[in-house]
């Protein structure tokens, strides 16, 4: 197995930017995580972006894992259930790996790494004994709040990344999120990314499944198109052209702390996410992918029961 960099461990942890700094082999982090990898699901997964879960009629999707507990903490989170209620089961790392073996022989494009970063030092040993016989890609999906030196640190593993890039304003990441430095280091982690992938490659058998490179995906909030829009501006100006996909998400859905932020308690309008999509194109940010507002259902939240972890 490949020695893992210091800062990937559960004693004095700082795999996030929250850099909590306690040994989680006796407590929790900001996470709320301890020393046991846990996860909900894992499954074929049909609703990403077309290049990582294929056709929707196809045999396969993508082979996504969803861990328990989450280093952000959004108000509005879909995936309420297991990353804040740390709904999910404990794995061994050797449970981890045969889970994503078995994904792949179901027939998944990849494995889908959903909110991982609270549990590395279990993940990557996983992917070593993986490793002989996995032969698919690594999708690391993230919220965007992390550090650049962990980043820097899964090189060797990762092949897609997949982070959110959700606020501009450091003031509404910090009402939302409880994160007023969200912009610093999601920019940070997003250049990273992009100087370790270079531009999108995709799969040679015509396919148009993404093989290696850098999604951003970016969820417009109800009543905050200017922040999308500032945030559009800052990624044409700043990120190098042709060295990613923007993928615009119309998805918001009011949920579990949605009515204790009024401003949030209903979903996006046409005009508003009409005015961020004219504002991408006017950049030409065109590279990527956009979402129907039907997406914007309760249903396209998968189901947390412990699928595909029947050890």
Not at 39 to 46: E, I, P, S, T
Not at 85 to 93: A, D, H, I, N, P
Not at 138 to 160: F, H, M
Not at 204 to 216: D, H, P, Q, R, Y
Request: net charge neutral.
């Amino acid at each position: 197995m490949n020695q893992k960099p210091e800062l990937l461990s559960y004693e004095t942890c700082t795999l996030c930017p929250r850099l909590c700094g306690v040994n989680r082999n006796y407590t929790t982090g900001r996470c709320g995580c301890g020393p046991a990898v846990k996860a909900a699901r894992a499954a074929l997964h049909h609703w990403e972006e077309p290049c990582i879960s294929g056709p929707s009629e196809g045999p396969g999707g993508s082979g996504t894992v969803f861990f328990s507990g989450c280093t952000l903490g959004c108000c509005f989170c879909q995936n309420h259930q297991i990353s804040a209620g740390q709904f999910g089961k404990e794995l061994t790392v050797r449970q981890l790996a045969d889970t994503f073996l078995h994904l792949q022989d179901q027939g998944a494009y990849n494995i889908n790494l959903v909110t991982p970063t609270q549990y590395l030092p279990s993940i990557l040993p996983a992917l070593d004994l993986a490793r002989p016989r996995l032969l698919i890609p690594v999708v690391y999906n993230c919220g965007g709040y992390e550090r650049a030196e962990t980043i820097a640190a899964l090189k060797d593993y990762v092949d897609i990344w997949l982070p959110d890039f959700k606020y501009y304003d450091n003031q509404l990441a910090f009402r939302y999120s409880g994160a007023a430095d969200y912009f610093e280091r999601a920019s940070e982690a997003i250049l990273q990314m992009i100087r370790q992938t270079g531009p999108p490659v995709y799969e040679k058998n015509g396919s148009g499944l993404l093989k290696k490179g850098v999604i951003l995906r970016h969820m417009v909030l109800p009543g905050h198109k200017e922040d999308s829009m500032a945030l559009l501006g800052w990624i044409r100006e700043q990120l190098p052209a042709g060295q990613f996909l923007i993928s615009l998400m119309s998805q918001y859905t009011p949920y579990i702390k949605s009515s204790l932020y009024p401003q949030l308690n209903r979903r996006i309008t046409t005009y508003e996410y009409q005015q961020v999509l004219d504002t991408a194109i006017r950049l030409g940010l065109t590279d990527g992918f956009m979402q129907k507002k039907s997406s914007a259902r309760e249903e396209y939240t998968p189901p947390f029961d412990l699928e595909g972890l029947s050890f």
